[in-house]
Protein backbone atom coordinates (compact mmCIF):
# COMPACT_ATOMS: atom_id res chain seq x y z
CA UNK A 1 0.00 0.00 0.00
CA UNK A 2 1.21 3.46 -1.28
CA UNK A 3 0.62 5.71 2.37
CA UNK A 4 1.23 9.41 1.77
CA UNK A 5 3.23 10.87 4.86
CA UNK A 6 2.72 14.23 6.94
CA UNK A 7 6.20 14.91 7.81
CA UNK A 8 5.54 18.07 10.21
CA UNK A 9 4.71 17.62 14.02
CA UNK A 10 1.26 18.78 14.57
CA UNK A 11 1.93 21.88 16.66
CA UNK A 12 -1.51 22.11 17.95
CA UNK A 13 -2.47 18.38 18.89
CA UNK A 14 -5.77 18.42 20.82
CA UNK A 15 -7.46 15.06 20.63
CA UNK A 16 -11.03 15.64 19.63
CA UNK A 17 -10.74 19.18 18.72
CA UNK A 18 -11.93 19.93 22.50
CA UNK A 19 -11.05 23.32 23.23
CA UNK A 20 -10.97 23.80 27.21
CA UNK A 21 -13.14 26.29 28.70
CA UNK A 22 -11.49 29.72 29.59
CA UNK A 23 -8.45 29.22 27.33
CA UNK A 24 -7.88 30.73 23.99
CA UNK A 25 -8.47 28.61 20.48
CA UNK A 26 -6.05 27.66 18.93
CA UNK A 27 -5.58 26.89 15.27
CA UNK A 28 -6.61 23.54 15.07
CA UNK A 29 -5.62 20.85 12.40
CA UNK A 30 -8.05 19.38 10.03
CA UNK A 31 -8.82 17.16 7.48
CA UNK A 32 -10.97 17.91 5.07
CA UNK A 33 -11.45 14.35 2.65
CA UNK A 34 -13.13 15.57 -0.78
CA UNK A 35 -11.74 19.40 0.09
CA UNK A 36 -11.08 19.98 -3.87
CA UNK A 37 -15.73 19.53 -4.25
CA UNK A 38 -18.52 22.11 -4.32
CA UNK A 39 -19.25 21.62 -0.22
CA UNK A 40 -15.54 20.88 0.67
CA UNK A 41 -13.98 23.85 -0.92
CA UNK A 42 -16.68 26.18 0.90
CA UNK A 43 -16.25 24.79 4.45
CA UNK A 44 -11.72 24.89 3.34
CA UNK A 45 -12.65 28.63 2.72
CA UNK A 46 -14.32 29.25 6.22
CA UNK A 47 -11.65 26.80 8.24
CA UNK A 48 -8.53 28.81 6.84
CA UNK A 49 -10.67 32.34 7.63
CA UNK A 50 -11.13 31.02 11.22
CA UNK A 51 -7.40 30.39 11.72
CA UNK A 52 -6.82 26.42 11.29
CA UNK A 53 -5.10 24.49 9.14
CA UNK A 54 -6.13 22.60 6.67
CA UNK A 55 -5.26 19.60 4.56
CA UNK A 56 -7.40 19.19 2.05
CA UNK A 57 -7.43 14.95 0.62
CA UNK A 58 -8.51 14.82 -2.68
CA UNK A 59 -8.21 12.16 -5.65
CA UNK A 60 -10.27 14.87 -8.26
CA UNK A 61 -12.67 11.90 -8.99
CA UNK A 62 -15.81 15.05 -9.49
CA UNK A 63 -13.35 18.00 -7.69
CA UNK A 64 -11.31 20.53 -8.98
CA UNK A 65 -8.00 22.50 -8.34
CA UNK A 66 -9.40 25.79 -9.48
CA UNK A 67 -11.86 25.49 -6.14
CA UNK A 68 -8.84 25.49 -3.85
CA UNK A 69 -6.49 27.20 -5.66
CA UNK A 70 -6.70 30.59 -3.77
CA UNK A 71 -5.22 29.11 -1.03
CA UNK A 72 -1.91 27.76 -2.62
CA UNK A 73 0.82 29.16 -0.77
CA UNK A 74 -0.78 30.13 2.27
CA UNK A 75 0.97 27.93 4.79
CA UNK A 76 -1.84 26.68 6.43
CA UNK A 77 -2.97 25.06 3.86
CA UNK A 78 -2.02 21.54 1.82
CA UNK A 79 -3.40 19.65 -0.75
CA UNK A 80 -2.65 16.28 -1.20
CA UNK A 81 -3.66 13.89 -4.41
CA UNK A 82 -4.77 10.87 -2.98
CA UNK A 83 -7.70 8.13 -2.43
CA UNK A 84 -9.55 7.15 0.43
CA UNK A 85 -9.26 4.04 -0.25
CA UNK A 86 -5.45 3.53 0.12
CA UNK A 87 -4.26 4.29 3.90
CA UNK A 88 -3.18 7.36 5.20
CA UNK A 89 -1.12 8.53 7.93
CA UNK A 90 -1.40 11.66 9.46
CA UNK A 91 -1.81 14.18 12.49
CA UNK A 92 -5.00 16.14 12.67
CA UNK A 93 -7.18 16.91 15.47
CA UNK A 94 -10.23 16.58 13.37
CA UNK A 95 -11.60 14.96 10.23
CA UNK A 96 -14.30 15.91 7.26
CA UNK A 97 -15.12 13.43 6.10
CA UNK A 98 -16.50 13.77 2.52
CA UNK A 99 -14.97 12.35 -0.06
CA UNK A 100 -17.26 10.61 -2.20
CA UNK A 101 -18.80 10.96 -5.93
CA UNK A 102 -22.02 12.86 -5.29
CA UNK A 103 -23.48 13.29 -8.49
CA UNK A 104 -26.32 10.83 -10.18
CA UNK A 105 -24.28 11.23 -13.65
CA UNK A 106 -21.07 9.78 -11.89
CA UNK A 107 -22.85 7.04 -9.59
CA UNK A 108 -24.95 5.17 -12.76
CA UNK A 109 -22.08 5.24 -14.87
CA UNK A 110 -19.78 3.12 -12.73
CA UNK A 111 -21.56 2.71 -9.67
CA UNK A 112 -20.44 -0.71 -7.71
CA UNK A 113 -16.78 0.08 -7.69
CA UNK A 114 -16.07 3.92 -7.19
CA UNK A 115 -18.87 3.99 -4.40
CA UNK A 116 -18.65 1.31 -2.52
CA UNK A 117 -14.91 1.39 -2.44
CA UNK A 118 -15.04 5.06 -1.74
CA UNK A 119 -18.09 4.71 1.19
CA UNK A 120 -17.02 1.70 2.98
CA UNK A 121 -13.28 1.55 2.86
CA UNK A 122 -12.86 5.32 2.23
CA UNK A 123 -14.79 5.86 5.62
CA UNK A 124 -13.36 2.75 7.49
CA UNK A 125 -9.87 4.09 6.74
CA UNK A 126 -10.53 7.60 7.87
CA UNK A 127 -12.21 6.13 11.22
CA UNK A 128 -8.70 3.98 11.71
CA UNK A 129 -6.91 7.55 11.48
CA UNK A 130 -9.40 9.18 13.89
CA UNK A 131 -9.18 6.05 16.08
CA UNK A 132 -5.34 6.07 15.87
CA UNK A 133 -4.34 9.93 16.68
CA UNK A 134 -7.83 10.35 18.83
CA UNK A 135 -9.41 13.50 16.01
CA UNK A 136 -12.82 13.65 15.93
CA UNK A 137 -14.82 12.73 12.69
CA UNK A 138 -17.66 13.92 11.16
CA UNK A 139 -19.35 11.60 8.04
CA UNK A 140 -21.67 13.52 5.57
CA UNK A 141 -24.00 11.48 5.48
CA UNK A 142 -26.96 12.37 2.93
CA UNK A 143 -31.17 12.05 2.61
CA UNK A 144 -30.94 9.74 0.01
CA UNK A 145 -30.34 6.76 3.42
CA UNK A 146 -34.39 7.63 4.08
CA UNK A 147 -34.89 6.31 0.01
CA UNK A 148 -38.47 7.02 -1.45
CA UNK A 149 -39.55 7.89 2.25
CA UNK A 150 -42.87 6.88 3.45
CA UNK A 151 -42.65 9.51 6.23
CA UNK A 152 -42.75 13.31 5.44
CA UNK A 153 -40.80 15.48 6.31
CA UNK A 154 -38.33 12.81 7.33
CA UNK A 155 -37.16 12.89 10.87
CA UNK A 156 -33.56 11.25 12.21
CA UNK A 157 -35.43 8.53 13.58
CA UNK A 158 -37.37 7.38 10.86
CA UNK A 159 -35.11 4.58 9.36
CA UNK A 160 -36.18 4.96 5.46
CA UNK A 161 -37.46 2.97 2.40
CA UNK A 162 -34.27 1.96 0.06
CA UNK A 163 -34.43 -1.04 -2.37
CA UNK A 164 -31.49 -2.72 -1.71
CA UNK A 165 -31.05 -3.50 -5.71
CA UNK A 166 -31.72 -0.54 -7.14
CA UNK A 167 -30.40 1.83 -9.35
CA UNK A 168 -29.60 4.01 -6.60
CA UNK A 169 -28.74 1.39 -3.69
CA UNK A 170 -24.98 1.71 -4.01
CA UNK A 171 -25.04 5.34 -2.61
CA UNK A 172 -28.17 4.88 -0.31
CA UNK A 173 -26.68 1.72 0.71
CA UNK A 174 -23.30 2.96 0.66
CA UNK A 175 -24.07 5.88 3.24
CA UNK A 176 -25.88 3.70 5.18
CA UNK A 177 -23.01 1.44 5.76
CA UNK A 178 -20.61 4.34 6.02
CA UNK A 179 -23.04 5.66 8.97
CA UNK A 180 -22.83 2.07 10.89
CA UNK A 181 -19.01 1.84 10.22
CA UNK A 182 -18.76 5.25 12.38
CA UNK A 183 -21.50 4.18 14.83
CA UNK A 184 -19.43 0.84 15.13
CA UNK A 185 -16.30 2.88 15.94
CA UNK A 186 -18.06 5.12 18.02
CA UNK A 187 -19.37 2.69 20.22
CA UNK A 188 -16.40 -0.08 19.93
CA UNK A 189 -13.15 1.96 19.82
CA UNK A 190 -14.09 5.26 21.72
CA UNK A 191 -13.93 7.19 18.78
CA UNK A 192 -15.51 10.96 18.75
CA UNK A 193 -18.06 10.95 16.17
CA UNK A 194 -21.00 13.56 14.31
CA UNK A 195 -23.08 12.44 11.65
CA UNK A 196 -24.76 14.83 9.05
CA UNK A 197 -27.51 13.80 6.99
CA UNK A 198 -27.18 16.19 4.28
CA UNK A 199 -30.26 17.22 1.83
CA UNK A 200 -29.91 18.89 -1.76
CA UNK A 201 -27.55 21.74 -1.81
CA UNK A 202 -26.65 23.97 -4.45
CA UNK A 203 -24.14 26.99 -5.06
CA UNK A 204 -21.03 28.12 -6.50
CA UNK A 205 -18.66 25.67 -7.79
CA UNK A 206 -21.05 23.12 -8.44
CA UNK A 207 -19.73 20.66 -11.36
CA UNK A 208 -21.77 22.19 -13.88
CA UNK A 209 -22.95 18.92 -16.09
CA UNK A 210 -23.17 16.58 -13.23
CA UNK A 211 -26.65 16.06 -13.83
CA UNK A 212 -28.33 17.32 -10.80
CA UNK A 213 -31.14 19.36 -11.36
CA UNK A 214 -30.22 23.22 -10.01
CA UNK A 215 -26.76 22.62 -11.76
CA UNK A 216 -29.02 21.43 -15.03
CA UNK A 217 -31.71 23.96 -14.80
CA UNK A 218 -28.72 26.87 -14.58
CA UNK A 219 -26.63 25.82 -16.68
CA UNK A 220 -29.61 24.72 -19.54
CA UNK A 221 -31.14 28.37 -18.83
CA UNK A 222 -27.89 30.32 -19.36
CA UNK A 223 -27.48 27.91 -22.52
CA UNK A 224 -30.32 28.74 -24.22
CA UNK A 225 -31.33 25.56 -23.59
CA UNK A 226 -34.42 23.41 -22.92
CA UNK A 227 -34.84 22.96 -19.12
CA UNK A 228 -35.24 18.89 -18.56
CA UNK A 229 -37.83 18.63 -16.09
CA UNK A 230 -37.86 14.38 -15.46
CA UNK A 231 -41.30 13.04 -15.06
CA UNK A 232 -44.31 14.82 -14.50
CA UNK A 233 -41.99 17.26 -12.77
CA UNK A 234 -44.41 17.23 -9.42
CA UNK A 235 -41.84 15.36 -7.14
CA UNK A 236 -40.69 17.36 -4.53
CA UNK A 237 -37.08 18.38 -3.35
CA UNK A 238 -35.70 21.09 -0.50
CA UNK A 239 -32.91 23.09 -1.68
CA UNK A 240 -30.34 24.18 0.72
CA UNK A 241 -27.33 26.98 -0.17
CA UNK A 242 -24.59 25.72 0.58
CA UNK A 243 -23.25 28.76 3.24
CA UNK A 244 -25.82 27.21 5.54
CA UNK A 245 -24.70 23.70 5.01
CA UNK A 246 -21.16 24.92 5.94
CA UNK A 247 -22.04 26.87 9.17
CA UNK A 248 -24.65 22.99 10.28
CA UNK A 249 -21.26 21.26 9.27
CA UNK A 250 -18.90 23.50 11.80
CA UNK A 251 -21.38 24.10 14.77
CA UNK A 252 -22.12 20.12 14.47
CA UNK A 253 -17.99 19.60 14.51
CA UNK A 254 -17.83 21.86 17.06
CA UNK A 255 -20.95 20.61 19.37
CA UNK A 256 -21.44 18.07 21.95
CA UNK A 257 -23.72 16.11 19.70
CA UNK A 258 -23.55 12.79 17.72
CA UNK A 259 -26.58 12.89 15.78
CA UNK A 260 -27.39 12.17 13.36
CA UNK A 261 -28.93 15.63 12.00
CA UNK A 262 -30.29 16.64 9.05
CA UNK A 263 -28.95 19.29 7.78
CA UNK A 264 -31.53 20.88 4.89
CA UNK A 265 -33.48 23.53 4.16
CA UNK A 266 -37.23 22.68 5.02
CA UNK A 267 -38.51 25.13 1.83
CA UNK A 268 -40.33 22.50 -0.22
CA UNK A 269 -40.75 22.92 -4.37
CA UNK A 270 -41.92 20.83 -7.09
CA UNK A 271 -39.30 20.24 -9.89
CA UNK A 272 -41.53 22.50 -11.97
CA UNK A 273 -41.49 25.22 -9.49
CA UNK A 274 -38.07 25.08 -9.17
CA UNK A 275 -37.41 25.43 -12.91
CA UNK A 276 -40.38 28.50 -12.52
CA UNK A 277 -37.98 30.65 -10.28
CA UNK A 278 -34.60 29.15 -12.74
CA UNK A 279 -36.95 31.07 -15.20
CA UNK A 280 -37.95 34.51 -13.09
CA UNK A 281 -33.99 34.55 -12.16
CA UNK A 282 -32.27 33.93 -15.70
CA UNK A 283 -35.04 33.86 -18.09
CA UNK A 284 -38.46 34.36 -18.34
CA UNK A 285 -38.64 32.83 -21.81
CA UNK A 286 -36.47 29.96 -20.77
CA UNK A 287 -38.42 26.41 -22.73
CA UNK A 288 -39.50 23.58 -20.33
CA UNK A 289 -38.80 19.99 -22.15
CA UNK A 290 -40.31 16.70 -20.28
CA UNK A 291 -38.17 13.49 -19.89
CA UNK A 292 -38.43 10.20 -18.74
CA UNK A 293 -38.02 9.87 -15.12
CA UNK A 294 -35.30 7.89 -13.60
CA UNK A 295 -35.68 4.72 -11.97
CA UNK A 296 -36.62 4.72 -8.40
CA UNK A 297 -36.55 8.50 -8.07
CA UNK A 298 -37.44 9.59 -4.42
CA UNK A 299 -41.52 11.49 -4.74
CA UNK A 300 -40.32 13.88 -2.09
CA UNK A 301 -38.13 15.12 0.02
CA UNK A 302 -38.19 17.59 3.14
CA UNK A 303 -35.85 17.78 6.18
CA UNK A 304 -37.61 18.35 9.76
CA UNK A 305 -34.48 20.04 10.95
CA UNK A 306 -35.90 20.46 14.73
CA UNK A 307 -33.26 18.32 16.00
CA UNK A 308 -30.61 20.93 14.76
CA UNK A 309 -32.26 23.89 15.95
CA UNK A 310 -32.62 22.61 19.36
CA UNK A 311 -29.39 20.83 19.81
CA UNK A 312 -26.99 23.15 17.78
CA UNK A 313 -28.69 26.19 17.41
CA UNK A 314 -29.13 25.91 13.86
CA UNK A 315 -31.35 26.62 11.12
CA UNK A 316 -30.69 27.75 7.15
CA UNK A 317 -31.00 31.33 6.25
CA UNK A 318 -30.88 31.73 2.38
CA UNK A 319 -34.13 30.80 0.66
CA UNK A 320 -33.84 29.91 -2.82
CA UNK A 321 -34.64 32.69 -4.33
CA UNK A 322 -31.60 34.83 -2.61
CA UNK A 323 -29.17 31.95 -3.05
CA UNK A 324 -30.05 31.05 -7.06
CA UNK A 325 -28.62 34.39 -7.90
CA UNK A 326 -24.79 33.42 -6.40
CA UNK A 327 -24.96 30.79 -8.23
CA UNK A 328 -25.82 32.00 -11.20
CA UNK A 329 -22.95 34.77 -10.90
CA UNK A 330 -20.14 32.04 -10.87
CA UNK A 331 -22.02 29.56 -13.37
CA UNK A 332 -22.93 33.01 -15.82
CA UNK A 333 -18.71 33.03 -15.43
CA UNK A 334 -17.81 29.34 -15.94
CA UNK A 335 -20.47 28.41 -18.44
CA UNK A 336 -19.18 31.27 -20.92
CA UNK A 337 -15.57 30.69 -19.98
CA UNK A 338 -15.88 27.56 -21.28
CA UNK A 339 -17.41 28.38 -24.56
CA UNK A 340 -14.64 31.13 -25.01
CA UNK A 341 -11.71 27.96 -24.70
CA UNK A 342 -14.09 25.38 -26.84
CA UNK A 343 -13.89 28.07 -29.86
CA UNK A 344 -10.27 29.33 -29.10
P1 LIG B 1 -18.43 16.79 -4.96
O1 LIG B 1 -18.45 15.67 -5.94
O2 LIG B 1 -18.32 18.18 -5.45
O3 LIG B 1 -17.27 16.57 -3.89
C1 LIG B 1 -16.79 15.31 -3.49
C2 LIG B 1 -15.28 15.36 -3.51
O4 LIG B 1 -14.75 14.08 -3.09
C3 LIG B 1 -14.69 15.64 -4.88
O5 LIG B 1 -13.73 16.66 -4.79
C4 LIG B 1 -14.07 14.30 -5.31
O6 LIG B 1 -12.97 14.47 -6.17
C5 LIG B 1 -13.68 13.74 -3.96
N1 LIG B 1 -13.54 12.28 -3.95
C6 LIG B 1 -14.41 11.38 -4.46
N2 LIG B 1 -13.95 10.12 -4.25
C7 LIG B 1 -12.77 10.24 -3.60
C8 LIG B 1 -11.82 9.31 -3.12
N3 LIG B 1 -12.00 8.00 -3.26
N4 LIG B 1 -10.70 9.80 -2.50
C9 LIG B 1 -10.51 11.13 -2.35
N5 LIG B 1 -11.39 12.06 -2.79
C10 LIG B 1 -12.51 11.62 -3.41
O7 LIG B 1 -19.74 16.62 -4.06
P2 LIG B 1 -20.34 17.56 -2.93
O8 LIG B 1 -21.69 17.95 -3.35
O9 LIG B 1 -19.36 18.58 -2.53
O10 LIG B 1 -20.53 16.49 -1.76
C11 LIG B 1 -19.70 16.45 -0.61
C12 LIG B 1 -20.26 15.42 0.36
O11 LIG B 1 -21.57 15.80 0.77
C13 LIG B 1 -20.38 14.01 -0.23
O12 LIG B 1 -20.02 13.07 0.77
C14 LIG B 1 -21.84 13.89 -0.55
O13 LIG B 1 -22.29 12.55 -0.50
C15 LIG B 1 -22.46 14.73 0.54
N6 LIG B 1 -23.79 15.22 0.13
C16 LIG B 1 -23.91 16.24 -0.77
C17 LIG B 1 -25.17 16.67 -1.16
C18 LIG B 1 -25.36 17.81 -2.14
O14 LIG B 1 -26.49 18.13 -2.47
N7 LIG B 1 -24.31 18.47 -2.59
C19 LIG B 1 -26.30 16.08 -0.61
C20 LIG B 1 -26.14 15.03 0.28
C21 LIG B 1 -24.88 14.61 0.67
N1 LIG C 1 -5.79 3.53 8.78
C1 LIG C 1 -5.33 4.62 8.07
N2 LIG C 1 -4.60 5.57 8.74
C2 LIG C 1 -4.31 5.47 10.06
C3 LIG C 1 -4.80 4.35 10.77
C4 LIG C 1 -5.54 3.39 10.08
O1 LIG C 1 -5.56 4.78 6.89
O2 LIG C 1 -3.65 6.36 10.60
C5 LIG C 1 -6.56 2.50 8.05
C6 LIG C 1 -5.95 1.13 8.18
O3 LIG C 1 -5.12 0.89 7.06
C7 LIG C 1 -7.13 0.19 8.20
C8 LIG C 1 -8.32 1.06 8.57
O4 LIG C 1 -7.83 2.39 8.68
O5 LIG C 1 -7.37 -0.36 6.90
C9 LIG C 1 -8.97 0.66 9.86
O6 LIG C 1 -8.00 0.79 10.88
P1 LIG C 1 -8.16 0.05 12.27
O7 LIG C 1 -6.95 0.34 13.08
O8 LIG C 1 -9.45 0.36 12.87
O9 LIG C 1 -8.26 -1.48 11.84
P2 LIG C 1 -7.10 -2.56 11.61
O10 LIG C 1 -5.96 -1.89 10.92
O11 LIG C 1 -6.75 -3.01 12.99
O12 LIG C 1 -7.77 -3.59 10.79
N1 LIG D 1 -34.36 16.20 -12.25
C1 LIG D 1 -35.03 16.86 -13.28
N2 LIG D 1 -34.30 17.35 -14.31
C2 LIG D 1 -32.95 17.24 -14.38
C3 LIG D 1 -32.27 16.58 -13.32
C4 LIG D 1 -33.02 16.07 -12.29
O1 LIG D 1 -36.26 17.01 -13.26
O2 LIG D 1 -32.35 17.73 -15.35
C5 LIG D 1 -35.16 15.71 -11.11
C6 LIG D 1 -34.86 14.28 -10.68
O3 LIG D 1 -35.67 13.38 -11.39
C7 LIG D 1 -35.21 14.34 -9.20
C8 LIG D 1 -34.91 15.77 -8.79
O4 LIG D 1 -34.81 16.51 -10.00
O5 LIG D 1 -36.57 14.10 -9.02
C9 LIG D 1 -33.61 15.93 -8.00
O6 LIG D 1 -32.57 15.28 -8.71
P1 LIG D 1 -31.04 15.40 -8.30
O7 LIG D 1 -30.31 14.42 -9.13
O8 LIG D 1 -30.62 16.82 -8.36
O9 LIG D 1 -31.00 15.02 -6.76
P2 LIG D 1 -31.54 13.74 -5.94
O10 LIG D 1 -32.41 12.92 -6.80
O11 LIG D 1 -30.30 13.04 -5.52
O12 LIG D 1 -32.29 14.37 -4.83
Given at each position: ?8 P ?6 G ?8 R??L ?16 D ?10 V ?27 V??P??LE ?6 L ?7 H ?8 W ?9 N ?9 A?F ?8 Y????Q?P?V ?11 V??C ?5 RT?E ?7 R ?15 G???C????R ?9 L????L ?5 G???R ?8 V???I ?6 H ?6 G?P?E???L????V ?20 P??RK???T ?6 G ?8 Q ?13 F ?8
Amino acid sequence: HRVAFETQPSYSFNPGGKIPLGLKRKGLRIVVTGGAGFVGSHLVDRLIKRGDSVIVVDNFFTGRKENVMHHFGNPRFELIRHDVVEPLLLEVDQIYHLACPASPVHYKFNPCVVWHKTNVVGTLNMLGLAKRVGARFLLTSTSEVYGDPLQHPQVETYWGNVNPIGVRSCYDEGKRTAETLTMDYHRGAGVEVRIARIFNTYGPRMCIDDGRVVSNFVAQALRKEPLTVYGDGKQTRSFQYVSDLVEGLIRLMEGEHVGPFNLGNPGEFTMLELAKVVQETIDPNARIEFRPNTEDDPHKRKPDITRAKEMLGWEPKVALRQGLPLMVKDFRTRVFGDQKEASS
